[in-house]
């Protein structure tokens, strides 16, 4: 099946300081999608790519498209407290657009 | 801000008993979805459906998991005969038919399988 590797599995950082995760894929994406997920609640779409080399910000929040459209990163700048939880990238298989993927996760701590 | 409904938000219920979960997804969405979350797991694929009919679906849903849109407004997930390693969180999912982007989850339904 179509698999997503995303690095790191966990970070614990200091509030303010900046933050990047990655997503990667053997094979090609035509979208990638971050979400973060708070403890019990679902998946919230974070930012949406749709072009390789895209480049998007949302807030303190930014993420890219990668050229060769199998990775894509997400850096969060200034961290604060609320920043904790768990960060998916997404994305549907190449092979049929109608359904979508996770990575395994990077799960933010954010220490005061 | 329109949501998708999930209900209930915790379950529990004896192994080899048959429980249903509901959700009502987004009024003007197309496609429906379920997706599993093992504690402390990523988030898996369950199945996708569309025009009345399941478009596709993954290797974990075996013949014990079914689904349906009995009434055009609710969308239901049944386990047929749950066994302890079916204690998850599920949610659901639903987006216009458009874009990817536009998918919106549920908070979630809790079911624990003692």
């Known amino acids: 099946g179509q698999q997503l590797n995303q690095s790191p599995q966990s970070m614990f950082i200091q509030e303010g300081e900046d933050v990047s995760m990655n997503c990667t894929s053997s094979?090609?994406?035509?979208?990638w999608l971050w979400y973060k997920q708070d403890p019990g609640e679902g998946p919230v779409l974070l930012i949406a790519?749709?072009?390789?080399?895209e480049l998007t910000s949302n807030g303190r929040l930014t993420a890219q498209f990668g050229i060769t459209r199998k990775d894509s990163f997400l850096n969060i700048s200034a961290s604060i407290p609320s920043d904790v939880g768990i960060y998916f990238c997404?994305?549907?298989?190449?092979?049929?657009?109608?359904?979508?993927?996770f990575g395994a996760g990077t799960r933010l701590t954010v220490k005061p | 801000e329109p949501e998708v409904t999930q209900t209930p938000s915790h379950q529990v219920t004896q192994m080899g008993q048959e429980v249903i979960l509901r959700c009502v997804p987004i009024?003007?969405?197309?496609?429906f979805y379920w997706y599993r979350q093992i504690l402390g797991q990523k988030v898996e694929f369950l199945v996708s459906?569309?025009?009345?009919?399941?478009?596709?679906k993954s290797e974990i849903f075996d013949d014990q998991f079914s689904v349906e849109r009995p009434d055009g407004s609710n969308f239901t997930l049944k386990i047929r005969s749950t066994k302890l390693e079916d204690s998850a969180m599920y949610f659901c999912?639903?987006?216009?038919?458009?874009?990817?982007?536009?998918?919106?989850f549920g908070s979630g339904t809790r079911l624990t399988v003692v």
């Open positions: 999912a639903s987006r216009p038919g458009t874009e990817n982007y536009g998918y919106t």
């Open positions: 094979s090609i994406f035509n979208t």
């Open positions: 790519l749709y072009k390789a080399g």
């Open positions: 997404a994305g549907p298989p190449a092979y049929n657009n109608n359904d979508m993927r």
């Open positions: 009024s003007n969405h197309l496609y």
């Open positions: 459906f569309y025009n009345n009919e399941i478009s596709e």
